[in-house]
């Protein structure tokens, strides 16, 4: 029988960082992961000869620096390649609009389309900057209530008193934007149909939601709070395709003495009569350990991994399978030898296009209308595509001589009345390349490997229940103290030694590291490993991003 300190299941990215802050703290780490490769939705295995295939995540922002920096994985290779500009929004009649890291040269641009928005995107601008200042905190931090957040947030304001009439307008303003349809806060904005288009998306990805769903502006709070090249809210790649980060978290395991054993999937979790976790059987095995953190899928974890016996109240099941997480994105990946040219209303903005992620979204109500259509057939007629060509800027990603693009889709319901089978999956690529045919020419015609994603196979591949790319659902009563549950959100559950890293944790999904992060430092507490920092650390935290804010 062999024993860990810590066992940590899923080599995820959140997994991968909580066996670093482990074993960092100088306790025995293993790290078990059923597939046969690193990284889970952050990976990207050569499933062709010389392409790394972003079989999930393909664009990274949300990856906090600071967690980075202290596991040191610049150190080891990690290069963050900007794109910039983030977005080129394909509008209706030839025209796009780019959304650029810096705020002027986008309202530049958006000034060719009004004068008036052009002033207001400085406005919309600033505001961000500020919701990130306090999502800087809020998301390093374990979960509090939204009321908490806000007195927090009130209690900094009033001591940061430079921060002005502007600064504590932000905080009123903060519940209103949390409930609101993010369609409501772009009107309120700006005049333009154009701009509201061009700024829609970040609401979106990866939900079940339309712009018109109270409440679907938190989605694009969550999406601007990304730090990892150093600018606020900028996306890029990762130098080497996503698995890269993944492999580099797993090399700085390996320094610190983690055994990672892969495809080897862990079948129990095992618990003593007392209540205390054991370890897990795994391949067949019993492996002892006093600690066991799960980066799977709460569901899994506690419905299926969870030893039947172990002392879980019946109302907290019900409510674990009560969650919604319905997914609402498919990813289409293609291989090809020569990048089509824009068709010819659009012809000229290719260098745009490719550097950027460029965005068939030519109006709010486009959107709309997709949206529709998904819930009623299970996926869009006319979907959305964001098309990602990292090749473009990263020539490590596919041999030379070729391109390999990620086609983000939405809307593809989990619900499709085809489940996904071959029939769903041939409409999804003709209705995906008739939409691109709008903007490029012969899109269909140069793919010449095509790799099909959907809800199911995220499901299934991933094994997260509705097959969301963030477990659950970002909605706002799945957030901070309410996720997953509010039993569960301080990553601890009712079996001691037994903790949640996973995406379906505080702060929730995408490639930030932070639930890992911010759980493992929690077992490291109650272990006395670590000091609980004092009450007030939050509050001097933000008052130093506020003044920072005010100051630039």
């Known amino acids: 029988m062999t024993k860990y300190d810590a066992i940590v299941i899923g080599a995820g990215h959140n ?36 392409f790394a295939v972003p079989i999930g995540a393909y664009v990274i922002s949300l990856f906090r620096r ?13 290069r963050i390649i900007p794109k910039d500009p983030g977005m080129t929004v394909f509008l209706e009649g030839g025209k796009v609009l780019s959304i650029w890291s810096d705020p002027s040269k986008t309202a530049k641009e958006i000034s060719r389309i009004s004068e008036r928005d052009a002033t207001q995107y ?56 949390i409930s609101a349809p993010v369609s409501k806060i772009l009107d309120e904005y700006f005049e333009s149909e154009e701009v509201k288009a061009a700024l829609v998306e970040d609401a979106l990805v990866g939900e079940m939601i339309s712009p018109s769903t109270p409440g679907s502006s938190i989605v694009m709070a969550h999406h601007y709070m990304g730090n990892i ?71 899994t974890t506690m419905l299926k991994l969870l030893d039947p016996e172990a002392p879980i109240d019946k109302d907290l099941i019900r409510r674990i399978k009560s969650l919604r997480s319905v997914g609402a994105s498919s990813k289409i990946v293609v291989a090809m030898r020569n990048l089509p040219k824009l068709v010819d209303k659009y012809s000229g903005h290719e260098d745009l296009a490719y550097r950027s992620s460029a965005v068939t979204i030519p109006s709010i109500d486009y959107v709309e209308k ?11 007629r006319n979907p959305w595509v964001s098309v990602n060509v990292q090749s473009y800027l ?3 990603v596919a041999p030379e001589g070729w391109h390999i693009a990620s086609l983000f889709v939405q809307y593809t319901s989990r619900k499709s009345p085809g489940n996904w089978g071959e029939e769903d999956r041939e409409k999804l690529v003709e209705r995906v390349f008739t939409v691109l045919e709008n903007y490029y020419s012969g899109f269909r015609k140069n793919a010449e490997k095509i790799m099909i994603i959907t809800p199911r196979d995220i499901e299934e591949m991933f ?74 650390h939050e509050i001097l935290r933000l008052v130093k991003g506020i003044l920072s804010l005010r100051s630039s």
């Open 394 to 396: 990263d020539r490590t």
């Open 229 to 299: 090249t150093g600018n606020r809210g900028q996306w890029g790649y990762v130098e080497g395709g996503m698995g890269s980060l993944s492999k580099i978290l797993a090399k700085r395991c390996s320094e610190l003495g983690v055994e990672i054993h892969l495809g080897v999937e862990v079948e129990r979790i095992v618990v003593s009569n007392a209540g205390w976790v054991r370890g897990v059987i795994a391949g067949g095995k019993f492996y002892e350990s006093w600690m066991v953190l799960s980066s799977a899928d709460v569901r």
């Open 15 to 50: 997994g991968l960082v909580a066996a670093c802050n482990l074993a960092m703290r100088g306790l025995r780490v293993a790290v078990f992961e059923r597939n046969r490769f690193l990284g889970g939705m952050a990976s990207s295995p050569e499933l062709w000869p010389g």
């Open 463 to 536: 094994q997260t229940p509705g097959g969301n790319i963030f477990h659950i659902s970002m909605s706002p009563d799945q957030l901070w103290s309410n996720r997953p549950d509010r039993e569960l959100s301080n990553y601890r559950t009712p079996v001691k030694g037994l903790y949640l890293c996973g995406a379906d944790t505080h702060p929730g999904g995408g490639v930030s590291g932070v639930p890992g992060y911010l759980c493992s430092t929690e077992a490291l507490i109650d272990a006395g490993i670590v000091r609980k920092k004092f009450k007030y």
């Open 370 to 380: 997709a949206y529709s259509e998904a819930l009623m057939e299970g996926m869009s």
């Open 122 to 177: 400085a406005k919309w601008s600033k505001f961000w900057g500020f919701v990130g200042a306090l999502l800087d905190v809020i998301y390093m931090s374990k979960p509090l209530s939204l009321e908490d957040t806000l007195e927090l947030a009130k209690k900094a304001v009033s001591i940061a008193k430079h921060g002005g009439e502007e600064i504590s307008r932000y905080v009123n303003d903060i519940p209103w934007i």
């Open 66 to 78: 600071e967690i980075a920096e202290e596991l040191g994985l610049f150190e080891r290779g990690l």
